[in-house]
């Protein structure tokens, strides 16, 4: 893509995160409707109110694009497209109906299934996360650095601590440091890997590309490195929208812990 329509793509994500993220805000702590669209899984109005805002702006200023949504049903056109957005409107939504902050919009341009343009916006903390592909990534347009960290011991990582503990493992981890509040928005926990307040995030279990595809370019314009936990890389807009698990951060810290857990045999994306 030429770096001047990369540079309006990123604008264009970015001016639609604002707006998104002041919509959000307009239901924050406020009587919602809510219902569950499959068993645990909660959606509410203030989720299709902001998904409709960015089909709108979105796909209004690029018909060509393919659209792929938390909230949309997907069809396969998607897969005929070159570029295509990938859209979360409301990252953390259990978050976001219990009134905490740690919620976000989580906005991508995929070429060629890789992700060349990001944004994520947490707006109870007005930061807006923003990344194009060989132009770095920044915070509020100041520029990110992920963990540069080369030891697993005392690393800050935001998981299940559960999954670390010793008889789960012939190897015991090192002694590892974990939130005492978990980010219940993947894109934001990964956000904050993005700018080396936390060293790594891990999520073994299927994540969808709407979860991951804007931060994983964020976090490697950063100088981090972002992968499934057996090291493979990350490839979106496939005809199922999901990868396998997730290991990000600094990248030592990411080679280490792939290096630990590339044993594991987890379900493909997709299999039940």
């Not at 669209?37 to 694009?65: F, I, M, Q, T, W």
């Not at 570029?83 to 919009?105: E, K, M, N, S």
């Not at 928005?185 to 891990?202: F, K, P």
Request: glycine share 6%; charged share 25%; net charge negative.
């Amino acid at each position: 893509m030429p770096d001047a329509d990369l540079q309006a793509d990123l604008n264009l994500l970015r001016d639609a995160a604002l707006e998104a993220g002041s919509i959000a805000m307009t239901y924050f702590r406020t009587e919602l409707k809510v219902w569950d669209k499959e068993p645990d899984h909660p959606v509410s109005e203030a989720d299709l109110a902001v998904n409709d805002h960015l089909e709108k702006k979105l796909r209004g200023a690029r018909p060509d694009y393919g659209w792929l949504s938390e909230e949309t049903a997907d069809t396969p056109d998607r897969l005929m497209r070159d570029r295509v957005f990938v859209v979360d409107p409301i990252d953390g939504t259990r978050a976001f109906l219990q009134g905490q902050p740690h919620f976000c919009i989580a906005l991508a341009v995929l070429e060629y299934g890789q992700t060349v343009a990001a944004a994520i916006y947490a707006p109870v903390f007005n930061e807006m996360f923003l990344a194009a592909a060989g132009q770095g990534a920044t915070l509020n347009g100041e520029p990110i650095l992920a963990s540069l960290k080369t030891s697993l011991d005392k690393a800050r990582i935001i998981a299940d601590r559960r999954v670390f503990e010793p008889e789960h493992w012939p190897d015991p981890w090192p002694d590892l440091v974990f939130p005492d509040v978990t980010p219940n928005a993947t894109a934001y926990r990964m956000a904050l890997v993005a700018d080396g307040r936390w060293d790594a995030v891990v999520v073994l279990r299927n994540k969808f590309d709407w979860d991951v595809a804007a931060a994983a370019l964020i976090i490697a314009e950063a100088g981090g490195a972002v992968s499934c936990h057996i090291g493979d890389e990350f490839l979106f807009n496939q005809k199922v929208a999901l990868q396998r698990s997730l290991i990000a951060g600094g990248p030592v810290i990411h080679e280490q812990i792939v290096a630990r857990m590339n044993h594991l045999v987890l379900p493909e994306p997709g299999d039940s």
